[in-house]
């Protein structure tokens, strides 16, 4: 059900920015937007629906050791804690598990 959930989520986002940026390369919006966001609402989403993002420390930090920076406070937690990591979605642990074996 779990996983049911993730693609229907998923499969949603991608029409959703393919129905943005499709119709922007398909005419001149001169100046205009051409996905018309106010049309949006917690409505136009299935019931159970949660909006969420995320982001990861690398992204921000960037590598270690490189151009001057040291070690932030997620490098220290990362080599304090190696491999005792777990996601909250048990289908991505069960991924990443599957792939170490």
């Known amino acids: 059900m779990a996983l049911q959930l993730g693609l229907d989520t998923l499969l949603l986002g991608l029409l959703v920015i393919l129905g943005c940026t499709g119709t922007s390369s398909s005419k001149?919006?001169?100046?205009?937007?051409?996905?018309?966001?106010t049309s949006l609402s917690r409505s136009s989403f299935p019931a159970g629906f949660i909006f969420g993002a995320a982001s990861a420390a690398y992204q921000y930090e960037g590598a270690a050791n490189e151009a001057g920076r040291g070690p932030c406070v997620w490098d220290a937690f990362a080599h304090k804690y190696p491999g005792d990591l777990l996601f909250q979605n048990p289908v991505i642990n069960?991924?990443?598990?599957?792939?170490?074996?």
């Open 94 to 101: 069960t991924y990443i598990c599957s792939r170490l074996n």
């Open 28 to 37: 001149a919006t001169h100046g205009k937007k051409s996905c018309n966001a």
